[in-house]
């Protein structure tokens, strides 16, 4: 069955460390995006990617960086000038155009000990 | 940019009993797509139902359907004969209908629905 893939479900960063949230799918869309949640704050964009090899910021990208070197792919790293990188995080994938709403992976909880 | 808004961040209904969401919107465009998600405890986001600004007939899945006036930017979903399975948070969300690098979804803040049995 086709879907979207986010390891690991939950993921344990130290102070001053990066870590890299992965994201992979195989429903061969060509956008996909991640977005952040917190509590009371909904969904927020963090960057997206409509083809490989180019993404875009979106509206709370510092801190974080991308790579889209393959079609199926879109790891997230949360680096260490990311302050506050406690949350859930989402990935998500879609055709471009159309009504096609996304669809979701089942997300990863990170965590700063 | 095109902001969405949910006023409400948490309501209440009795099983088997209508409720009724709301979600307003601000756009310039005239052509866009509204979509409403389900996110129950697991935490995954789930398609509840889909409108096309262009189409005057609003959308209906199952118990599901949407109060679309285009006018006003209003777009509430209405569930119907409501289970306790329905408890979940509830995003409304816009997307345009342009491609490129501004197809993307943008998310209100959410609604926590709670169903008392």
């Known amino acids: 069955d086709g879907g979207i893939t986010q390891s690991p479900k939950y993921l344990f960063r130290k102070e001053g460390q990066n870590v890299t949230l992965s994201c992979e799918q195989n429903?061969?869309?060509?956008?996909m995006y991640w977005y952040r949640q917190d509590p009371g704050q909904g969904l927020r964009l963090i960057y997206y990617?409509?083809?490989?090899?180019?993404?875009q910021k979106g509206d709370i990208a510092e801190g974080y960086s991308v790579s889209r070197e393959k079609k199926e792919s879109f790891p997230l790293t949360v680096t260490s000038a990311q302050k506050n990188p406690t949350a859930f995080y989402l990935c998500?994938?879609?055709?471009?155009?159309?009504?096609?709403?996304?669809?979701f992976g089942s997300g990863t909880r990170l965590t700063v000990v | 940019a095109q902001t969405v808004t949910q006023s409400q961040p948490e309501m209440s209904v009795q099983e088997a009993e209508t409720v009724t969401l709301s979600c307003t919107y601000d756009?310039?465009?005239?052509?866009?797509?509204l979509f409403w998600y389900k996110q129950p405890p697991s935490r995954q986001m789930i398609l509840v139902i889909r409108?096309?600004?262009?189409?005057?007939q609003n959308a209906t899945e199952n118990r599901f359907s949407v109060n679309f006036q285009k006018a006003a930017k209003s777009f509430s979903l209405k569930i119907s004969d409501s289970q306790l399975g329905d408890a979940a948070m509830y995003f409304c969300?816009?997307?345009?209908?342009?491609?490129?690098?501004?197809?993307?979804?943008?998310f209100g803040k959410g609604i926590t629905l709670s169903v008392r049995p």
């Open positions: 998500a994938s879609t055709r471009t155009g159309g009504n096609y709403g996304y669809t």
């Open positions: 756009t310039s465009e005239s052509d866009y797509y």
């Open positions: 429903l061969n869309h060509d956008a």
């Open positions: 969300a816009y997307r345009t209908f342009y491609t490129g690098a501004n197809s993307k979804l943008t």
């Open positions: 409108q096309e600004a262009y189409k005057q």
């Open positions: 990617s409509q083809i490989v090899n180019d993404f």
